[in-house]
Every structure is written in structure tokens, then in C-alpha cells.
Nanobody
């Protein structure tokens, strides 16, 4: 099992910044990639950004140039720096870790952290 704990959400005005952190513990060997998803009320959960253990990144078009994902492998922690926040970024943000064991792929999720951007 992999446990994920997020921190850093909150309320911020449009144009502001927040930094989310996600610490992984437990059976973390071979978790790759790690990433952030978000879910706004009435909408499906969507990928925000992901990063591999080697540092390759992938971003949703809506956050490119504003958000930066990074990873500290020594601390088993992934970060999401969010700048120039917009009201449409308001959502619950979930940390995700994927793990492949043999032919099976497992998804692990954190409990989520609320990000609210006021206009």
C-alpha cells in the first residue's frame, strides 16, 4: 500500500500563488509517475500535471506556463507550484501515484486538498 498526504491548499485571490505538497509513504518502491489531479463541482476529475521519477513532466493545457510540478525523490514528495491563479482553478486537488507490479497497474490517491480562488 502507498499512503499519500497532501498539504498547502487554501483560499487565495485571483493572481495569487499557492504551493501544494504531497508526501508518499508505505510501499513506495516503483511508484511512477506521481501527479496532481483536480475535480471541480459538477465536473470530472482531470489531470493537472504529472512527473516521472526521471523528471519528465506533463501538464494540462489550461495550466501550462502557470503551474510547475517538481519532485524530491529523496523525500518521496511531489510539489505543485501554482502561480497566476484563476477562479476556474478552484477545485479539490488530489495527489496521485501509479505503481506497476507485473502486468497490473495500481492507482493511489490522497484525500484531497481544497483550493479556492476568489475573483
Amino acid at each position: 500500500q502507498v499512503q499519500l498526504v497532501e498539504s498547502g491548499g487554501g483560499l487565495v485571490q485571483a493572481g495569487g500563488s499557492l504551493r501544494l505538497s504531497c508526501a508518499a509513504s508505505g510501499s513506495i518502491f516503483r511508484i511512477n509517475p506521481m501527479g496532481w489531479y483536480r475535480q471541480a463541482p459538477g465536473k470530472q476529475r482531470e489531470l493537472v500535471a504529472a512527473i516521472s521519477s526521471g523528471g519528465s513532466t506533463n501538464y494540462a493545457d489550461s495550466v501550462k506556463g502557470r503551474f510547475t510540478i517538481s519532485r524530491d525523490n529523496a523525500k518521496n514528495t511531489v510539489y505543485l507550484q501554482m502561480n497566476s491563479l484563476k477562479p476556474e482553478d478552484t477545485a479539490v486537488y488530489y495527489c496521485n501515484a501509479k505503481k506497476v507490479v507485473g502486468l497490473a497497474e495500481y492507482d493511489y490517491w490522497g484525500p484531497g486538498t481544497q483550493v479556492t480562488v476568489s475573483s
